[in-house]
T-cell receptor, first 115, second 115 residues
Framework: AQTVTQSQPEMSVQEAETVTLSCTYD???????LFWYKQPPSRQMILVIR??????QNATENRFSVNFQKAAKSFSLKISDSQLGDAAMYFC????????????FGQGTRLTINP | DSGVTQTPKHLITATGQRVTLRCSPR?????VYWYQQSLDQGLQFLIQ???????AKGNILERFSAQQFPDLHSELNLSSLELGDSALYFC??????????????FGQGTRLTVV
């Protein structure tokens, strides 16, 4: 079974600074997708960024980018120019490219932005 | 707004009771997923339905059941409730079926409190 591990229960960063959230996963599959979801206090799960395992290029969405290291099974999220609205729980998630589309989530990292 | 609607938003009930959580997927989405978010277990996949048929099962208790109706809305039934069932229950929907490269969109969740 696949597992996802987020080793940082909490992180904090100064507004306008850069922060990196860590995620590692375990799988025997070669084809899969990885995601970062944001859960603000409103509790809505919002997709931040996704990465296809077959793509070597790291995904980027505006201020959000990932560092995908397939061999190391590592998938970190970098948030540049942090804003107060980035404060939330961040979840890393894995989904197989075959079979059921269920998401396997990490335990989450609570990100605090200091003004 | 993700387009996925969950009702009710909040539910408080007593131990031993039965409740039904409802989910309306985004227009055109055929797959519905149920997830449970609790403090001790994190975010866990419960069950997936695709076009009315059960597609995948996760860590869903026997006291829990779900179904997807012809109009594609889904219900999650929780019975013989215990204190430990208190959690946030999410519904998500996607267009695709197994392995297809489609996003899952989450509803805002139903907060269940068992007292």
């Amino acid at each position: 079974a696949q597992t996802v591990t987020q080793s940082q229960p909490e992180m904090s960063v100064q507004e306008a600074e850069t922060v990196t959230l860590s995620c590692t996963y375990d799988t025997s599959e070669s084809d899969y997708y990885l995601f970062w979801y944001k859960q603000p206090p409103s509790r809505q799960m919002i997709l931040v960024i996704r990465q296809e395992a077959y793509k070597q290029q790291n995904a980027t969405e505006n201020r959000f980018s990932v560092n995908f290291q397939k061999a190391a099974k590592s998938f970190s999220l970098k948030i540049s120019d942090s804003q107060l609205g980035d404060a939330a729980m961040y979840f890393c998630a894995y989904r197989s490219a075959r079979g059921a589309q269920k998401l396997v989530f990490g335990q989450g990292t609570r990100l605090t932005i200091n003004p | 707004d993700s387009g996925v609607t969950q009702t009710p938003k909040h539910l408080i009930t007593a131990t031993g009771q039965r409740v039904t959580l409802r989910c309306s997927p985004r227009s055109g989405d055929l797959s519905v997923y149920w997830y449970q978010q609790s403090l001790d277990q994190g975010l866990q996949f419960l069950i997936q339905y695709y076009n009315g048929e059960e597609r995948a099962k996760g860590n869903i208790l026997e006291r829990f059941s779900a179904q997807q109706f012809p109009d594609l809305h889904s219900e999650l039934n929780l019975s013989s409730l215990e204190l430990g069932d208190s959690a946030l229950y999410f519904c998500a929907s996607s267009v695709g079926v197994d392995g297809s490269n489609t996003e899952a969109f989450f509803g805002q969740g139903t907060r269940l409190t068992v007292v």
